[in-house]
């Protein structure tokens, strides 16, 4: 039977540092006050001595418990099987891994399931949360304000309006529906369709808004409600062709939607982009570049949203921890711009 090693302790590093247990806990937890010889030294006695800190008692010290729980307002369907989130997870994780933050995935199915987060969050197991995907009467938000956590949000939330306080990472949907419009009217398109996505989603709302903004007498036989998915994109697709035969262009609402349609398209025989051109929205190059034609698309940076995110999360929870004269206030909402990506489907 294989002894266990006893785990080192607080004493064991201050003994090998030659310095108090004190100094030894200001240093492990990040604290100030000490000169940096002496934390020089203690950080490499625990390096040598293989160290890891206890983190119920160091939360107790610090107040914080490391720990960043990331809510997704979808199924685990959805978000394992749409890249979107992949990527907004990943710039999530890279910016809470560089400051040694744990993250804890949360998923919502069904309404219990937003009862079950709201207990979680509130029960003091993390230090703030991340929020994305909600849809327009979810509850989340209230309980989330309830539970009294530090949230921000991914996607410009519904009722943001007027709220101080609310805090959210967003792209330019309506900006970029409106420069893939204008791209396709361009190109001398003058029957140009939507599909959009969901439209209990801030996003999909912004990019219809953006392609009413500039196709302001539109036929509105020539916009379909999708859900990002490419079902839904097929789906939608199939209607727009029986509905107007003569169109010319699609812009999708994202690019999965626009991988539907293009299928579609091609079953019909319709030549793209010769005789029906396709912009979707998002470019996720696993995505974009694989279709038949590659796709032209709106380019949002996903994990830098993810990033940021975490960034601006981190930020506001240094400023409250910080002496009350470094408080800087609450960080402030960023909106990232969008690009046009052209490729051989428009």
Request: with cysteine; hydrophobic share 40%.
């Amino acid at each position: 039977m294989t002894e266990t090693v006893p785990r080192p302790t607080l004493e064991a590093v201050a003994a090998r540092a030659g310095v108090s247990r004190a100094t030894v806990s200001r240093v492990v937890n990040g604290a100030d006050g000490v000169r940096e010889p002496l934390a020089e030294r203690v950080r490499r006695a625990v390096e040598e001595l293989g160290y890891v800190p206890n983190q119920a008692a160091r939360s107790l010290v610090t107040k914080r418990h490391d720990a960043i729980a990331v809510v997704v307002a979808e199924p685990e369907t959805r978000v394992f099987a749409d890249p979107f989130f992949a990527r907004q997870l990943r710039g999530i994780s890279k910016e809470l891994t560089a400051h040694d933050n744990q993250l804890v995935l949360l998923l919502t199915e069904g309404r219990d399931d937003h009862a079950r987060v709201a207990r979680y969050l509130a029960g003091g197991h993390v230090d703030g949360a991340l929020v994305f995907s909600l849809h327009l009467d979810d509850p989340l938000p209230e309980l989330i304000q309830r539970a009294g956590v530090p949230t921000v949000f991914g996607g410009r939330p519904d009722w943001s309006g007027g709220k101080n306080g609310v805090v959210y990472v967003d792209s330019d949907n309506r900006g970029g529906a409106r420069d893939a419009v204008r791209h396709l009217l361009g190109l001398g398109r003058s029957r140009v369709a939507h599909i959009t996505g969901a439209l209990d989603q801030t996003s999909a709302v912004d990019r219809l808004d953006g392609f009413r903004d500039v196709m302001v007498d539109a036929d509105p036989r020539l916009v379909v409600e999708g859900d990002f998915t490419p079902a839904a994109g097929e789906r939608a697709m199939r209607e727009l062709l029986d509905r107007c035969p003569g169109l010319d262009a699609v812009f999708a609402a994202n690019d999965l939607t626009a991988a539907g349609a293009l299928r579609v398209l091609r079953e019909h025989g319709r030549r793209v982009p010769d005789d029906v051109a396709v912009v979707g929205f998002d470019d996720m190059l696993p995505i974009a570049e694989q279709t038949d034609p590659p796709l032209t698309t709106v380019r949002q940076d996903i994990e830098e949203m993810g990033r940021l995110m975490a960034r601006l999360l981190l930020r506001g929870l240094d400023r409250t921890a910080d002496a009350p004269e470094n408080v800087g206030g609450t960080p402030s909402s960023v909106i990232l711009p969008t690009t046009l990506v052209r490729r051989a489907s428009a």
